[in-house]
């Protein structure tokens, strides 16, 4: 599975962006899809997660309330709306692919930079 984010960039605190994730291959609905972020100086954190089925997503604490994720298996895409930003949620934005049952994502996205002003 190749992976490619995208959407990210400079939004005002309060604002909102939605970023998108395009994969390519034939058995995107097979696979786990998460999101994850690093922040400069910091190391990668865990922000939501998805399941094959659209079902049961959950996120990150410091996200909860304020960010969603969804997917579109006939687009192989999954989407990462982001509301209330504030400039803690400063950071590379990556996408991430795993088997359903595996504990480690084995494919990750270029990243896309999201950055929040004060």
């Known amino acids: 599975v190749q992976l490619q984010a995208s959407g990210g960039g400079l939004v005002q605190a309060g604002g909102s962006l939605r970023l998108s994730c395009a994969a390519s291959?034939?058995?995107?609905?097979?696979?786990?899809m998460g999101w994850f972020r690093q922040a400069p100086g910091k190391e990668r954190e865990f922000v939501a997660a998805?399941?094959?089925?659209?079902?049961?997503?959950y996120y990150a604490d410091s996200v909860k309330g304020r960010f969603t994720v969804s997917r579109d298996n006939a687009k192989n895409t999954v989407y990462l709306q982001m509301n209330s930003l504030k400039p803690e949620d400063t950071a590379v934005y990556y996408c991430?692919?795993?088997?359903?049952?595996?504990?480690?994502?084995?494919?990750w996205g270029q990243g896309t930079l999201v950055t929040v002003s004060s």
């Open positions: 291959g034939r058995t995107f609905r097979n696979y786990v």
């Open positions: 998805i399941s094959w089925s659209g079902g049961n997503p």
């Open positions: 991430a692919a795993r088997v359903a049952g595996a504990t480690v994502y084995s494919y």
